[in-house]
């Protein structure tokens, strides 16, 4: 199960290029970003939150992450790995595959988040588990 509000129609315009009335066309084009190769649905049905995630859990069967977008909303992710205490089959970095070597990027001791951390959660309505591509904490925000 997961959650996403309040960034739902800029981050469709940002990813799939289409324009609501009113809004002005050369910051929403600067915004747009790629999906990795991995997000398997059509532009229409793609949502993305892109920012500092605040919080992350990450339990047995699942991992529920809060992004502070670069839109200036709060989202919720969550990701279902049942009888998987690992979710990285649902992780990138920079959009490349997630190793084991990758943890100590985003985990410190005890499962903690390292502070600053960026992400870009990619959604599907009605699809599989989000993909969640990882950052780095000193990468600026798109279009800065």
């Keep these: ?3 996403m ?3 739902l129609g800029l981050a469709l315009v940002a990813v799939g290029g289409v324009q609501p009335p009113g809004l002005a066309a050369p910051a929403v084009q600067q915004a747009r970003i790629r999906p ?12 993305a939150a892109t ?9 047995a069967d699942r991992t529920v992450l809060r992004i502070d977008t670069d839109w200036n909303t709060r989202e919720e992710v969550t990701i279902e790995h ?7 089959a649902w992780y990138l970095v920079r959009g490349e595959k997630f190793t084991a070597a990758d943890w100590a ?5 005890g499962r903690q988040l390292q502070p600053g951390t960026r992400a870009t959660a990619w959604l599907c ?14 990468e600026p925000r798109p279009g800065r």
């Design 1 to 3: 199960m997961r959650t």
């Design 5 to 7: 509000a309040g960034a």
């Design 36 to 47: 990795p190769a991995t997000v398997t649905c059509g532009p229409d049905q793609l949502s």
């Design 51 to 59: 920012g500092v995630v605040t919080s992350y859990v990450r339990g």
């Design 82 to 88: 049942r009888g998987a205490a690992d979710p990285s």
């Design 105 to 109: 990027r985003i985990e410190g001791a």
């Design 125 to 138: 309505d009605g699809g599989p588990n989000p993909i969640v591509d990882w950052l780095a904490a000193e």
